[in-house]
C-alpha cells in the first residue's frame, strides 16, 4: 500500500519561510519522480516542482528563486523549501509520487501566508 504523509504547513507571515516534508512508504522511492503541486481556493490544481530519480528539478515560474526541492532517499523523503513566501502562495500543497507508471498522491498540508 504506497502512502505519502505530508507535514510543516501552516501560518506563517509574508516574506517568511516553510519547510515543507513528504515521507512515503510502499514504493521504491530512489526510482520515483516525486513533485508537490497546490491548489488555492476556487482554483484548480498546480504543479509547483519536481524532482527526477536523478535529482534533476522543475520549478513552476511563480515559485523559481524562492522555492526549493530536494529528497533524501535513506529517509524516503522529499522536501519544499519555501522562501520569500507571499499571499499567492497561500495553498494546500499536496506531494505526489510518480511510479511505475502510477500517480500517487498525499493527504495536502495546508500554507497560508497572511499578516
Known amino acids: 500500500q504506497v502512502q505519502l504523509v505530508e507535514s510543516g504547513g501552516g501560518l506563517v507571515q509574508p516574506g517568511g519561510s516553510l519547510r515543507l516534508s513528504c515521507a512515503a512508504s510502499g514504493i521504491r522511492f530512489s526510482i520515483a519522480t516525486m513533485a508537490w503541486y497546490r491548489q488555492a481556493p476556487e482554483k484548480q490544481r498546480e504543479l509547483v516542482a519536481t524532482?527526477?530519480?536523478?535529482?534533476?528539478?522543475n520549478y513552476a515560474d511563480s515559485v523559481k528563486g524562492r522555492f526549493t526541492i530536494s529528497r533524501d532517499n535513506a529517509k524516503n523523503t522529499v522536501y519544499l523549501q519555501m522562501n520569500g513566501l507571499k499571499p499567492e502562495d497561500t495553498a494546500v500543497y499536496y506531494c505526489?509520487?510518480?511510479?511505475?507508471?502510477?500517480?500517487?498522491w498525499g493527504q495536502g498540508t495546508q500554507v497560508t501566508v497572511s499578516s
Open positions: 524532482i527526477r530519480s536523478d535529482s534533476v528539478t
Open positions: 505526489n509520487a510518480q511510479y511505475l507508471w502510477q500517480n500517487y
